[in-house]
């Protein structure tokens, strides 16, 4: 036999259409990818699964207990139906064959045991699974099991594996057997005086473990290594990324107190909070060393981190370099253009007013300008006269030279990839980069920001400015209370009518071409153009309508974001804004009272804390409806609880994290993803993630290149950044 290490293909230790299906399935191409695909949980085969508590549609594995198996004629067509009942003792189900009859002689017997796959299904009030895979455990009076798979049986525990329909978990089971099997060679990654450290078991120990345990002690020995490792692969990548920084340079930018920042903090109208003062000071600090900086500002929607940006800016122009600002969309580069100004005035005016204070200029960058008025921009940028670059990825460009680049703000980072932030943060003729603030609305639980952004230091922006009103959010459910949808828009036109804004959210756009996915996805969703439509008719005739997302040209957008912001009694002026999620982020329309979210249950629960936060801005309370026709029971309507519960940013992220990581663990199949982080739950896991960071630092400090672990290194090598952006995007 050939030798099989766990670089091999897992074709090695594997059928053809066994090797194709987990390929094709669930994206394993080796024997380390095929090992690394752990148990869900584990069955005892003296314990039936609990058939209550199966909701339909799941695809399931249970293991139960055949009752009765009954052939009978089909009255329409020819041919047999068998209906098999099995039972945990308590409840049952049907399981369904079709021309299968032999099945109940030689496999079904009534008293036997079998583990039984399949999607479970509602007919005529039973429970059934139709034509399930099964495959039935050995019976004492079997002189000898009767195959492969049953003689994995003989295990204490029996692994589930996630599965898909096309590779039921005992054949990924009796596969993996065969692969430990033969696998040799397993290389342990972790420094021996880790595993001496934490009393580890060797990798190969842990991996024979998880897969064949012995009792839930083994079990949980081998899961508390591999998390482990996990941990620590990342924060092996992290501490090298931290190393690397800190011998890369930077040109010092200390404050002055003649310049542009203190004739700004002169005039400026409100003072500044206390987090803004403190966090100032530490981006202050940092800004004047000869490292760069590679902070995260995080500050929950509201919290003031666009005044905390500026003040950063105005302190590098102040000396002598230029600082973009990288906004995720043009709506919101637009605003952000249009905040700086109105903060600066005359400051921003630099050249146009013979002014007699220090000024500068803001330039602006966006994928919809016109060709002259990009060629004008970018002279502005290059000669160095504009100070400050507003713009979105059309920053980005290679044609976009600046004179002295000294800081580049990158707003709501998780909309950027790390590679995005890499090329403004590159070295430039005379190996000076510049200083890199990043800013995130999204609440980072310490564990994950450690973990995703732990190349970066943390400032968090705790505290919110004074005036922000109260946003009372609530649930509406029209399917259970067809009154409340009305009461909803009636209180729409209240608000408009007392002289406020009201943003309506719609999951989609409603020009779409029909390609027929609105069938398969249930009902149709509210889009932005039907609902307008539908407002302007029925619900609120006589307001003044408008509608903003993502394919209007940047010239409508602006329009119709100028128009939301002006003040009511202007003649142009629009109540009620119909929107996609392109208002998810730093819009800011002071008079913005209420916001209704239409199919609310599409959205993740940051994202809808997100939204939430456009209103109540402008010193009074605010009112949030999230309007939904999801079951009352399912988890889609938990979350818009969640959200209408609290509208700490915090405690939010914390139960979203929650609830993804549950979805993986009680989902059930088709679990594709190639992300290193499987075992491993860093919000839950903090003091492993901890315990890592420690002793990856240590290694690193020892031997940057990992020349000393070979294994570590290959294993590193093979860390993305998907991993750490994977809890960000899942939104
Ligand atoms: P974020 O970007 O963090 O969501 P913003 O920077 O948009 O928040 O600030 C929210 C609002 O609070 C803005 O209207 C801003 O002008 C205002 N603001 C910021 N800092 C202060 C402060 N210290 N005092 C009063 N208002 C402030
Ligand atoms: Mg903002």
């Given at each position: 036999?050939?030798?099989?290490?766990?670089?091999?293909?897992?074709?090695?230790?594997?059928?053809?259409?066994?090797?194709?299906?987990?390929?094709?399935?669930?994206?394993?191409?080796?024997?380390?990818?095929?090992?690394?695909?752990?148990?869900?949980?584990?069955?005892?085969?003296?314990?039936?699964?609990?058939?209550?508590?199966?909701?339909?549609?799941?695809?399931?594995?249970?293991?139960?207990?055949?009752?009765?198996?009954?052939?009978?004629?089909?009255?329409?067509?020819?041919?047999?139906?068998?209906?098999?009942?099995?039972?945990?003792?308590?409840?049952?189900?049907?399981?369904?064959?079709?021309?299968?009859?032999?099945?109940?002689?030689?496999?079904?017997?009534?008293?036997?045991?079998?583990?039984?796959?399949?999607?479970?299904?509602?007919?005529?009030?039973?429970?059934?699974?139709?034509?399930?895979?099964?495959?039935?455990?050995?019976?004492?009076?079997?002189?000898?099991?009767?195959?492969?798979?049953?003689?994995?049986?003989?295990?204490?525990?029996?692994?589930?594996?996630?599965?898909?329909?096309?590779?039921?978990?005992?054949?990924?089971?009796?596969?993996?057997?065969?692969?430990?099997?033969?696998?040799?060679?397993?290389?342990?990654p972790l420094p021996?005086?880790?595993?001496?450290?934490?009393?580890?078991?060797?990798?190969?120990?842990?991996?024979?473990?998880?897969?064949?345990?012995?009792?839930?002690?083994?079990?949980?020995?081998?899961?508390?290594?591999?998390?482990?490792?996990?941990?620590f692969g990342?924060?092996v990548v992290?501490a090298q990324?931290?190393a690397?920084?800190?011998?890369?340079?930077?040109?010092?930018?200390?404050?002055?107190?003649?310049?542009?920042?203190?004739?700004?903090?002169?005039?400026?109208?409100?003072?500044?909070?206390?987090?803004?003062?403190?966090?100032?000071?530490?981006?202050?600090?940092?800004?004047?060393?000869?490292?760069?900086?590679?902070?995260?500002?995080?500050?929950?929607?509201?919290?003031?981190?666009?005044?905390?940006?500026?003040?950063?800016?105005?302190?590098?122009?102040?000396?002598?370099?230029?600082?973009?600002?990288?906004?995720?969309?043009?709506?919101?580069?637009?605003?952000?253009?249009?905040?700086?100004?109105?903060?600066?005035?005359?400051?921003?005016?630099?050249?146009?007013?013979?002014?007699?204070?220090?000024?500068?200029?803001?330039?602006?960058?966006?994928?919809?300008?016109?060709?002259?008025?990009?060629?004008?921009?970018?002279?502005?940028?290059?000669?160095?006269?504009?100070?400050?670059?507003?713009?979105?990825?059309?920053?980005?460009?290679?044609?976009?030279?600046?004179?002295?680049?000294?800081?580049?703000?990158?707003?709501?980072?998780?909309?950027?990839?790390?590679?995005?932030?890499?090329?403004?943060?590159?070295?430039?003729?005379?190996?000076?980069?510049?200083?890199?603030?990043?800013?995130?609305?999204?609440?980072?639980?310490?564990?994950?920001?450690?973990?995703?952004?732990?190349?970066?230091?943390?400032?968090?922006?705790?505290?919110?400015?004074?005036?922000?009103?109260?946003?009372?959010?609530?649930?509406?459910?029209?399917?259970?209370?067809?009154?409340?949808?009305?009461?909803?828009?009636?209180?729409?036109?209240?608000?408009?009518?007392?002289?406020?804004?009201?943003?309506?959210?719609?999951?989609?756009?409603?020009?779409?071409?029909?390609?027929?996915?609105?069938?398969?996805?249930?009902?149709?969703?509210?889009?932005?153009?039907?609902?307008?439509?539908?407002?302007?008719?029925?619900?609120?005739?006589?307001?003044?309508?408008?509608?903003?997302?993502?394919?209007?040209?940047?010239?409508?957008?602006?329009?119709?974001?100028?128009?939301?912001?002006?003040?009511?009694?202007?003649?142009?002026?629009?109540?009620?804004?119909?929107?996609?999620?392109?208002?998810?982020?730093?819009?800011?329309?002071?008079?913005?009272?209420?916001?209704?979210?239409?199919?609310?249950?599409?959205?993740?629960?940051?994202?809808?804390?997100?939204?939430?936060?456009?209103?109540?801005?402008?010193?009074?309370?605010?009112?949030?409806?999230?309007?939904?026709?999801?079951?009352?029971?399912?988890?889609?309507?938990?979350?818009?609880?969640?959200?209408?519960?609290?509208?700490?940013?915090?405690?939010?992220?914390?139960?979203?994290?929650?609830?993804?990581?549950?979805?993986?663990?009680?989902?059930?199949?088709?679990?594709?993803?190639?992300?290193?982080?499987?075992?491993?739950?860093?919000?839950?896991?903090?003091?492993?993630?901890?315990?890592?960071?420690?002793?990856a630092?240590?290694l690193v400090a020892e031997d940057p290149q990992l020349e000393l672990h070979p294994a570590l290194r290959e294993h590193v090598s093979?860390?993305?950044?998907?991993?750490?952006?994977?809890?960000?995007?899942?939104?």
């Amino acid at each position: 036999m050939r030798r099989v290490t766990l670089a091999s293909p897992v074709a090695d230790v594997a059928g053809g259409r066994t090797a194709k299906a987990l390929r094709e399935g669930l994206g394993i191409e080796t024997v380390d990818d095929l090992l690394r695909h752990y148990p869900r949980r584990y069955i005892d085969p003296g314990d039936l699964t609990d058939l209550d508590a199966l909701a339909t549609g799941e695809h399931v594995t249970v293991l139960a207990e055949v009752m009765s198996a009954t052939n009978r004629r089909m009255q329409q067509r020819k041919g047999t139906i068998t209906e098999v009942v099995v039972s945990d003792g308590r409840g049952r189900l049907t399981l369904v064959f079709f021309n299968q009859a032999w099945r109940t002689q030689r496999q079904l017997q009534v008293g036997r045991r079998g583990l039984f796959a399949g999607t479970v299904s509602a007919y005529g009030g039973t429970r059934q699974l139709a034509h399930p895979r099964f495959v039935m455990l050995p019976d004492s009076s079997d002189l000898e099991p009767d195959s492969e798979a049953q003689a994995a049986f003989a295990d204490l525990l029996i692994p589930i594996y996630p599965a898909t329909a096309g590779l039921p978990s005992w054949k990924i089971q009796q596969t993996m057997r065969l692969a430990l099997d033969a696998v040799e060679d397993i290389v342990d990654p972790l420094p021996a005086s880790v595993i001496t450290d934490e009393a580890f078991l060797s990798l190969d120990q842990a991996l024979r473990q998880i897969h064949r345990p012995t009792d839930q002690d083994a079990i949980e020995a081998a899961r508390t290594r591999l998390r482990f490792d996990e941990a620590f692969g990342l924060q092996v990548v992290l501490a090298q990324r931290r190393a690397l920084l800190e011998g890369q340079s930077a040109l010092p930018r200390p404050p002055r107190s003649d310049g542009l920042l203190a004739t700004f903090d002169a005039q400026r109208p409100f003072v500044l909070t206390g987090a803004q003062e403190r966090v100032g000071a530490e981006i202050a600090e940092d800004l004047g060393s000869d490292h760069p900086m590679h902070r995260l500002l995080q500050g929950d929607v509201g919290a003031g981190k666009t005044l905390v940006a500026l003040r950063a800016m105005l302190q590098v122009v102040d000396a002598g370099g230029q600082a973009a600002l990288l906004a995720p969309t043009e709506v919101l580069a637009q605003q952000h253009l249009r905040t700086l100004r109105t903060f600066l005035g005359p400051m921003a005016e630099s050249g146009l007013l013979a002014g007699s204070g220090p000024s500068t200029r803001i330039a602006f960058l966006s994928g919809s300008q016109g060709a002259r008025q990009r060629r004008e921009q970018l002279l502005a940028v290059a000669s160095g006269e504009a100070g400050i670059v507003v713009g979105t990825h059309a920053l980005l460009e290679d044609t976009v030279t600046f004179a002295e680049l000294g800081m580049v703000v990158v707003d709501e980072q998780h909309r950027f990839g790390v590679e995005q932030r890499a090329v403004l943060g590159a070295a430039d003729r005379d190996g000076q980069r510049p200083h890199v603030l990043v800013m995130t609305a999204t609440p980072i639980p310490r564990t994950v920001a450690m973990t995703v952004f732990g190349d970066l230091e943390v400032s968090v922006l705790d505290e919110y400015p004074p005036g922000r009103g109260v946003i009372a959010t609530h649930v509406v459910a029209p399917r259970e209370q067809p009154a409340h949808l009305a009461r909803a828009w009636a209180r729409v036109r209240e608000e408009v009518e007392a002289g406020r804004k009201v943003f309506v959210v719609c999951p989609r756009i409603g020009d779409e071409a029909d390609d027929g996915s609105d069938s398969a996805e249930g009902p149709v969703m509210s889009s932005v153009l039907d609902v307008a439509d539908e407002l302007r008719e029925r619900w609120l005739t006589g307001l003044r309508i408008g509608i903003l997302h993502g394919r209007m040209t940047a010239d409508e957008k602006d329009d119709a974001m100028r128009r939301f912001t002006a003040d009511s009694e202007t003649a142009d002026a629009i109540d009620v804004l119909v929107a996609t999620t392109v208002i998810e982020v730093g819009v800011d329309v002071p008079d913005a009272s209420t916001m209704v979210i239409l199919d609310a249950d599409r959205f993740g629960i940051s994202q809808l804390h997100q939204l939430r936060g456009r209103i109540a801005r402008g010193g009074g309370d605010g009112l949030c409806l999230l309007v939904t026709a999801a079951d009352a029971d399912s988890p889609a309507r938990e979350r818009l609880a969640a959200v209408a519960a609290t509208t700490d940013g915090f405690e939010l992220a914390r139960v979203d994290l929650q609830a993804r990581r549950e979805g993986d663990v009680l989902g059930t199949a088709q679990s594709g993803s190639r992300s290193s982080l499987r075992l491993l739950e860093v919000v839950r896991d903090e003091a492993v993630v901890e315990r890592a960071r420690v002793a990856a630092t240590t290694l690193v400090a020892e031997d940057p290149q990992l020349e000393l672990h070979p294994a570590l290194r290959e294993h590193v090598s093979a860390i993305s950044d998907d991993d750490r952006s994977d809890y960000l995007e899942k939104g």
